[in-house]
């Protein structure tokens, strides 16, 4: 009778255990106000990687226009020699 008096109680203890468990306010894993500044940094970070890629761009073709201009004067200049 005792056992079975301890397997009652166990199983009794555990429903009650089971149905104040999901009583009151649960916290989440992780803070929604995290999420969301992790969130908008990723967005500010993707931004000025856009950003960074534009202006490499405008430097490399500025460097070619400069470069071609440099060719051009040179080839002047050795016309200008030359005569």
Known sequence: ???????????????????????????????????????SAASRAESAASQAEAAAKRAADAAAKAEAAAEKAAAGFKHKLRK
């Open 1 to 39: 009778m005792r056992r079975k008096h301890w397997a009652l109680a166990i199983v009794g203890l555990s429903w009650v255990g089971l149905a104040t468990a999901g009583c009151g306010e649960r916290k989440p894993l992780i803070d929604p106000n995290t999420v969301s500044r992790v969130e």
